[in-house]
């Protein structure tokens, strides 16, 4: 009878043990589909096909160029004033954290 309860025992800790050294591997295969086609199937793609990939990275790149050449400027116009005006707004806003990070007395060694 405790030869029973002692082989259970051994079978559990094993158990746990195997499931705590491969704790990762195991959650890894649980994970959701997002991870083959956000992070395998890219990888895959490039290292098989790089010039397949770099031509298709090339056309999406192309593609608003040409429908810029095709629209009025006007449109144009208004496109790129909103492009640098949102640059333009991310860079004081840049600007504006970077002075508050730096006032006098916010360091320790100011005080």
Not at 1 to 28: A, P, W, Y
Not at 64 to 88: D, G, N, T
């Amino acid at each position: 009878m405790n030869l029973l309860k002692i082989e259970k025992v051994c079978r559990s800790t094993f158990q746990t043990r195997i499931m705590h050294e491969f704790h990762s591997c195991l959650m890894l295969c649980h994970m959701p589909s997002g991870l083959i086609f956000g992070v395998v199937l890219p990888l895959a793609m490039v290292l098989r096909f790089p010039g397949l990939v770099l031509g298709a990275l090339r056309g999406l790149a192309f593609l608003p160029l040409l429908w810029f050449r095709f629209v009025p400027w006007e449109v144009q116009a208004a496109v790129y004033v909103r492009l640098w005006q949102r640059y333009v707004d991310q860079e004081r806003e840049k600007q504006r954290r970077g002075s508050q990070r730096r006032k006098r007395g916010s360091r320790p060694w100011d005080k």
